[in-house]
């Protein structure tokens, strides 16, 4: 039985690091390679060559599936070709999926195998005119992942330069419009883009100074509520622990109350799981005034010169059993080889 393996090099990847999808490129970089040759060479003169070799190619498959590369052996066809009433072929994200599960391969086949692989699944999946369209799509798309190439990449951190992201992504926009109709564009890379903006807003309110903890999560939460449905529960609980820690530290910093941290926990992660965090900030502090009194008695056992070796260490064992149950001497050991190393007992 044919195990499912999800293959896209494209989608939501949602918050890596800085949260940043495109990282000074388009989300689909590992399918743009498909078409990028070694520097110096014509790549648009490479893809027009492709283009035209892998109709005739086609015909040396039926479904486009035989003999595949090793790397998309035991998975599924990450995409679906559908059509409509009418037979024309249905523009979905499904059929951007099926054009990169087949891209991935590259390296292991050449562009030209690859793209004659991909017209033979669409014959086999078809009907004649749905399939012409599709044909139609798939030089498009391959196209204009050529042409992301010669776009200009933003230098340095991404994050610390907005502007330039901006620039970048209008770019990559005028560059779809060349190739795409806004149907297309909407289907193949509406979710990116929404995630995109939601990025970008979202880098800027943590980036500005002037707004405390409270109010920016108060506007993160509000440019969340704004994606899709499906999209925000996505990036929800990426971003919770990511923002959570940052806001967290910052009222740290400012030595702010119990109150904003309460509004802040609110804000991200709602009432009843800020409750809990607070449950557990309670028991985090008893454990480390336990141990802080732990250690502080041991030290002065340890440096009591009127004990013998082996009364110190009897009476330290003693008080570590009396004071801990058995899970929690494992942690105690553990914590105790820190501090006799002088580096900071973790909380």
């Known amino acids: 039985m044919q195990k499912k393996a999800t293959i896209a090099l494209v989608g939501v990847l949602l918050l890596v690091a800085l949260g940043l999808l495109w990282m000074s490129r388009d989300k689909s970089a590992d399918a743009q390679s498909a078409v990028m040759p070694k520097p110096g060479e014509n790549t648009a003169a490479m893809v027009t060559d492709a283009l035209a070799k892998s109709r ?119 560059l779809r419009s060349q190739y795409f109709d806004r149907n ?80 802040i926990r609110e804000q991200i992660v709602g009432p009843e799981a800020a409750t809990r965090l607070e449950a557990l900030d309670q028991e985090r502090s008893e454990w480390d005034s336990r141990m802080k009194d732990y250690l502080q008695e041991r030290e002065a056992i340890m440096k009591n010169t009127a004990l013998s070796d082996q009364d110190r260490q009897q009476q330290v064992a003693a008080m570590r059993e009396q004071r801990f149950n058995q899970q929690e001497r494992v942690r105690v050991d553990a914590l105790e080889r820190i501090h006799d190393q002088g580096l900071t007992v973790p909380e």
């Open 184 to 263: 297309v564009i909407d289907a193949f890379f509406g979710d990116e883009d929404a995630y995109d903006n939601y990025t970008l807003a979202r880098l800027e309110v943590m980036q500005d100074k002037s707004l405390s903890a409270t109010e920016k999560a108060k506007r993160t939460a509000a440019l969340l509520e704004q994606l899709p449905p499906e999209l925000k529960e996505n990036v929800k609980t990426l971003n919770q622990y990511q923002e959570l820690t940052t806001l967290t530290q910052d009222w740290k910093t400012r030595g702010g109350s119990p109150q904003e941290l309460r509004a």
């Open 56 to 174: 005739e190619a086609a015909s040396r498959f039926k479904t486009g599936l035989e003999g595949i590369p090793k790397s998309l052996r035991d998975t599924e066809v990450d995409g679906s070709l559908e059509v409509d009433a009418d037979g024309n072929l249905k523009i979905t994200r499904g059929v951007r999926q099926t054009f990169d599960y087949f891209l991935s391969a590259i390296g292991e086949e050449d562009l030209t195998t690859i793209i004659a692989r991909i017209r033979a699944y669409i014959r086999a999946k078809l009907p004649a005119k749905a399939a012409a369209q599709a044909e139609k799509l798939l030089e498009s798309y391959i196209s204009y992942r050529e042409g992301l190439g010669h776009l200009p990449q933003v230098a340095g951190d991404p994050s610390q330069n907005l502007s330039a992201i901006r620039q970048q992504k209008q770019a990559i926009q005028g």
